[in-house]
Nanobody, 115 residues
Framework: QVQLVESGGGLVQAGGSLRLSCAGSVRIFGINGMGWYRQAPGKQRELVAHISTYGSTNYADSVKGRFTISRDSAENTVYLQMNSLKPEDTAVYYC?????????WGQGTQVTVPS
């Protein structure tokens, strides 16, 4: 049973930084991509950043230039470096790993940026 374990969330003042990590409980084969999503209260889950198996990345417009996604393929770990955090970044952040046959989600980690 694959589980994704996230860490690194917390409370940070506006302008601060956090680094989220997400690791698989077991080795995951056939990864097509890894990403981070977030869901704020009363809003739909949205894509924040994605990195393909080839290393290409894409970001939500709202985080471009502030967030950076990276991965350690050998460790099946994906990271999200978040800089210049804003109150509107407050949400539960979920990591996602998708393969040719499965789609895995982490349990979510709370990021809070007080206004």
């Amino acid at each position: 049973q694959v589980q994704l374990v996230e860490s690194g969330g917390g409370l940070v003042q506006a302008g601060g930084s956090l680094r989220l990590s997400c690791a698989g409980s077991v080795r995951i084969f056939g990864i097509n991509g890894m990403g981070w999503y977030r869901q704020a209260p009363g809003k739909q889950r949205e894509l924040v950043a994605h990195i393909s198996t080839y290393g290409s990345t894409n970001y939500a417009d709202s985080v471009k230039g502030r967030f950076t996604i990276s991965r350690d393929s050998a460790e099946n770990t994906v990271y999200l470096q978040m800089n210049s955090l804003k109150p509107e970044d407050t949400a539960v952040y979920y990591c996602n790993v998708h393969t040719t046959s499965a789609n895995y989600w982490g349990q979510g980690t709370q990021v809070t940026v007080p206004s």
